[in-house]
């Protein structure tokens, strides 16, 4: 008799919107098992992948963002199967490394990073900055490092409250941080 698991593993929730044919717009949720990878990866973004982004509309969008773009091309760096999806927040990027028959998302790798492209990106102007800033600098290297495990056995801190929240903003996560952070942005006078 086969034995049941202690934990479920830890799911990663991709967002998917489309258009159906009565004109409604509709969003579906994909959860993908998320796995870890063991080595970092570099990669150079271009004012390239810039440019696609701001054709593919990429403010506030976790999956068409310039670092996203930018991940999508280095797909060979990567040492496992990258299946084009990537989900670029601001301190972590889920790369998907599988798919179902119907094209969503049953796996990808979470790595850490700690550049500051996703907030410029989302901000007001923000694509046009960082296309001036990368055709007069240069292209510019992003490391993805390995998740950090912070939570260890035996740690000090298990004892303290829980921190408050300030906003609404502080409270939201991934992509819905991303396109709220976008949101208010670009409600902003100039």
Known sequence: ???????????????????????????????????????????????????RSIQREGVGDTANCAMAVCAGDHAASFPHAVEGHIDWTYTRAFVVSRVARNGLPTECYVYDHNDEIARLNDSKNGQLKLLKQLQEEGPRTITLTPKRFRSKAGRSGSARGRPGTRDVAARLRGGKLRYAVAKVASEQPA
């Open 1 to 51: 008799m086969a034995t049941k698991k202690k934990f479920a593993p830890v799911r990663h929730k991709f967002l998917y919107r489309w258009e159906d044919a009565s004109g409604k717009w509709r969003t579906i949720e994909a959860f993908a098992k998320v796995r870890h990878p063991h080595r970092a990866v570099s990669l150079t973004v271009k004012p390239e992948h810039v440019k």
